[in-house]
T-cell receptor
Framework: AQSVTQLGSHVSVSEGALVLLRCNYS??????LFWYVQYPNQGLQLLLK??????LVKGINGFEAEFKKSETSFHLTKPSAHMSDAAEYFC???????????????FGQGTILTVHP | SQTIHQWPATLVQPVGSPLSLECTVE??????LYWYRQAAGRGLQLLFY??????ISSEVPQNLSASRPQDRQFILSSKKLLLSDSGFYLC???????????FGEGSWLTVV
């Protein structure tokens, strides 16, 4: 069984400020972890993924996330927010337990990021 | 290269009408296929997955069904839509020995 909790349904930051979106997961097997972004009326775009290699994962648009097994966390950060980062962000977990397990993602409820000028 | 096509992109359907969303993958064979749904104000939820032609697994009970008539074709259907079926539907695939899931562009369904 697996689950994802995203802490904070809405996060607001000023342009240029640090972005921190929190994600905690639960998984009975070693997890694969993902962050996706969804802009209004658009599909999902993969920001980054952790698949048991380096624990610090760098993604697109300056985002990165660190896998912390002891804390069961995979928080997303960006040093300096841009107006274009305003969107909804989803954390998701799956596993490499074989077969279809990789594609069976469990998503968090999402965090809407607002960036103020 | 592999691509995934999903259509229609948007549709508005009356309650009680049928539904058919189609998804086709190109450039790979024997993919694992998935249907996800995002209801308003909620995260995405896996509805169905398929490991081969005619093989469908349902993750949640609902008013919808899925079929896989061909290796790279995945169809989401309903005989009678409910208001609660409104949402954003995403098709996805995995396979080819790659640790990557590929999503389609999605279909926005509004039931009125």
């Amino acid at each position: 069984a697996q689950s994802v909790t995203q802490l904070g349904s809405h996060v607001s930051v000023s342009e240029g400020a640090l972005v921190l979106l929190r994600c905690n997961y639960s998984s009975s097997v070693p997890p694969y972890l993902f962050w996706y972004v969804q802009y209004p009326n658009q599909g999902l775009q993969l920001l980054l993924k952790y698949t048991s290699a380096a624990t610090l994962v760098k993604g697109i648009n300056g985002f990165e996330a660190e896998f912390k097994k002891s804390e069961t966390s995979f928080h997303l950060t960006k040093p300096s927010a841009h107006m274009s980062d305003a969107a909804e962000y989803f954390c998701a977990v799956s596993s490499n337990a074989g077969g279809t397990s990789y594609g069976k993602l469990t998503f968090g409820q999402g965090t809407i990021l607002t960036v103020h000028p | 290269s592999q691509t995934i096509h999903q259509w229609p992109a948007t549709l508005v359907q009356p309650v009680g009408s049928p539904l058919s969303l189609e998804c086709t993958v190109e450039g790979t064979s024997n993919p694992n296929l998935y249907w996800y749904r995002q209801a308003a104000g909620r995260g995405l939820q896996l509805l169905f997955y398929s490991v081969g032609i005619g093989q469908i697994s349902s993750e949640v009970p609902q008013n919808l069904s899925a079929s896989r008539p061909q290796d790279r074709q995945f169809i989401l259907s309903s005989k009678k839509l409910l208001l609660s079926d409104s949402g954003f539907y995403l098709c996805a695939w995995t396979g080819g020995g790659r640790n990557t899931i590929y999503f389609g562009e999605g279909s926005w369904l509004t039931v009125v």
